[in-house]
């Protein structure tokens, strides 16, 4: 194991999309059984009551099956929505079946921006995140516009003074683990747990 800086995160970024990609439909769809298999069994997941979860696009992890499954736990479902003032950065809104969806600039669904319906992110008990790839310490490499790392990088401090905050859980295809670490930045915010179809990885307890 080793630090790999050699290749561009963007180069990078771009044969692990193509890897995710290239499942076939019945990979992803078992794929997907497996780990909500382990989510549901995750004690992240039981002690949530709030789940921020995400609508998956290019080839991510389908997440619509999670969002049913708390739904049915009667744990209140939160999605991201690009914040409108503050640039680079979420909003989470909460999501139920028939909240109405528009697509944001990236082409990815999101729900149409309600203020009444907006939780503050340190006030959401668990935050699963998208990820391209990631590595053995729990880095996650994003789709590079560093939304997550905005949103969730202020609640490092909040955790430095023992103030609770918000998990943060990974799901992604055994495909997406890179054999070498990453090379992190100062703004980059480690995943406290990832689920795969064949483990569970926690970092933070």
């Known amino acids: 194991m080793?630090?790999?800086?050699g290749i561009l995160r963007e180069t990078l970024r771009k044969q692990m999309q193509a890897k995710r990609k290239a499942l076939s439909l019945c990979e992803q769809k078992r794929a997907a059984k497996k780990v909500l298999a382990r989510f549901s069994e995750?004690?992240?997941?039981?002690?949530?009551?709030?789940?921020?979860l995400y609508l998956s696009f290019h080839g991510e992890l389908e997440t619509d099956s999670f969002i049913e499954y708390c739904w049915?736990?009667?744990k209140t479902v939160y999605l991201p929505v690009i914040h409108p003032l503050c640039k680079g950065h979420?909003?989470?809104?909460?999501?139920?079946?028939?909240?109405?969806?528009?697509?944001?600039?990236?082409?990815?669904?999101?729900?149409?921006?309600?203020?009444?319906?907006?939780?503050?992110?340190?006030?959401?008990?668990?935050?699963c995140t998208p990820l391209v790839a990631f590595d053995a310490?729990?880095?996650?490499?994003?789709m590079g516009g560093g939304y997550y790392d905005r949103?969730?990088?202020?609640?490092?401090f909040k955790h430095f003074y023992n103030e609770?905050?918000?998990?943060?859980?990974?799901?992604?295809?055994?495909?997406?683990?890179l054999p070498f670490l990453l090379e992190t930045q100062?703004?980059?915010?480690?995943?406290?747990?990832i689920l795969t179809p064949s483990k569970q990885w926690v970092w933070f307890d």
Do not use: M
């Not at 100062?186 to 747990?193: F, I, Q, R, S, T």
């Open 2 to 5: 080793h630090l790999f800086s």
């Open 42 to 52: 995750s004690q992240s997941v039981k002690n949530a009551q709030s789940i921020a």
């Open 72 to 74: 049915a736990q009667k």
């Open 90 to 127: 979420l909003l989470f809104l909460k999501y139920d079946s028939d909240s109405p969806l528009v697509k944001n600039q990236f082409g990815i669904f999101e729900p149409k921006l309600d203020i009444r319906f907006v939780l503050p992110t340190s006030k959401i008990d668990l935050i």
């Open 137 to 142: 310490l729990g880095q996650r490499l994003g």
């Open 151 to 156: 949103t969730l990088s202020p609640l490092l």
């Open 164 to 177: 609770p905050v918000p998990r943060t859980l990974g799901l992604a295809h055994d495909c997406q683990q």
């Open 186 to 193: 100062a703004w980059d915010v480690p995943l406290c747990e």
